[in-house]
């Protein structure tokens, strides 16, 4: 069964900390997303990567930064968490093309304290 | 940039019941995809569309690609319990970066048994 593997389910962590998730896919797809979702507000694109050490602002990538340095790796950082960072973030991937759609991970609940 | 407007924002039915819900575009479209999420789960796909007219069904569910491309329909027929969760839609566009998707912000169901 192909997967989107976040590394973490639930997160505290502490204002100011430096935050780092981390997301696996096991599909070798060449696209990497993240999105972090708010009630509300959906799900809004903060970074993505087309191919290895690419990666592309989406909407909201201030005060976030990735990391692609292998293929199937796609890590999110936090450079200074703050609380209004504290969100669910998903991880997704695809295949290149127009036609496939987005695998998602299970996501990673941050709260920033 | 593309921006979807997804309708309704929630829905609350009895068991049994037919959903409809809907999403429109401000342009064009050449993809259309519906994707549901579990509480606490990330988003799974449900339905792809890929020609305008298009009518895809998936068991319960069936999926239309308006004529015009700028807007998708989807419909639960009698709704049970475990349809529970957020109905998303999402497209894609033509050039630019065709491999990145717009969602809507989402259908919040709740079926009551």
């Known amino acids: 069964d192909v997967k989107v593997t976040q590394s973490s389910r639930y997160l505290v962590k502490r204002t100011g900390e430096k935050v780092f998730l981390e997301c696996v896919q096991d599909?070798?797809?060449?696209?990497m997303f993240w999105y972090r979702q708010d009630p509300g507000l959906g799900l809004r694109l903060i970074y993505f990567?087309?191919?290895?050490?690419?990666?592309e602002k989406g909407d909201i990538p201030e005060g976030y930064s990735v990391s692609r340095e292998k293929k199937e790796r796609f890590s999110l950082i936090l450079e200074s968490a703050s609380t209004n960072q504290t969100s669910m973030y998903l991880c997704a991937s695809s295949q290149g093309g127009r036609d496939y759609g987005y695998t998602f991970g299970s996501g990673t609940r941050l709260t920033v304290v | 940039g593309q921006q979807l407007n997804q309708s309704p924002q929630s829905m609350f039915i009895q068991e049994g019941e037919d959903v409809s819900m809907n999403c429109t575009s401000s342009?064009?479209?050449?993809?259309w995809l519906w994707y549901k999420q579990d509480p606490g789960e990330g988003p799974v796909l449900l339905i792809a569309l890929y020609k305008a007219g298009e009518l895809t069904s998936n068991g319960r569910l069936t999926a239309q690609f308006g004529i015009t491309r700028k807007d998708s329909f989807l419909n639960i027929s009698a709704s049970i319990p475990s349809d529970v969760g957020i109905y998303f839609c999402?497209?894609?566009?033509?050039?630019?970066?065709?491999?990145?998707?717009?969602f809507g912000k989402g259908t919040l169901l709740t079926v009551n048994p």
């Open positions: 990567s087309y191919d290895v050490k690419m990666k």
């Open positions: 599909m070798d797809h060449e696209n």
């Open positions: 999402a497209g894609r566009g033509s050039g630019g970066s065709n491999y990145k998707l717009t």
């Open positions: 342009s064009i479209f050449n993809t």
